[in-house]
Nanobody
Framework: QLQLVESGGGLVQPGGSLRLSCSAS????????IGWFRQAPGKEREGVSC????????NYADSVKGRFAISRDNYKDTVYLQMNSLEPEDAAIYYC????????????????WGQGTQVTVSS
């Protein structure tokens, strides 16, 4: 059974950078569009960025445009989220999931979430 695993989170100061990775176990990501979501304490889960199966479609939430960059390496079977100029408001647990398509209002294809990776932005 295909499962996605997030990694790369940590503690960073405001203005700092992190690169999150989304990899697969029990299968391959190659055929799927992938979306990143995040959820901060007391807030609803929100979409951050998505990428099509071949990388041709990319979308970002307005709050991260110009600061975050999504990419994928299908040879390494990994999707990345490069996060720059991090702000305290970016602190959350970040999740990657399979999505139906990378459109502006993308949604998870399955209601299956991993453990996520914690991003903390604090001085």
């Amino acid at each position: 059974q295909l499962q996605l695993v997030e990694s790369g989170g940590g503690l960073v100061q405001p203005g700092g950078s992190l690169r999150l990775s989304c990899s697969a176990s029990g299968g391959t990501l190659d055929y799927y569009a992938i979306g990143w979501f995040r959820q901060a304490p007391g807030k609803e889960r929100e979409g951050v960025s998505c990428i099509g199966s071949q990388g041709g479609s990319i979308n970002y939430a307005d709050s991260v445009k110009g600061r975050f960059a999504i990419s994928r390496d299908n040879y390494k079977d990994t999707v990345y989220l490069q996060m720059n100029s991090l702000e305290p408001e970016d602190a959350a647990i970040y999740y990657c999931v399979i999505i139906l398509a990378c459109t502006k209002n993308y949604r998870p294809l399955f209601d299956s979430w991993g453990q996520g990776t914690q991003v903390t932005v604090s001085s």
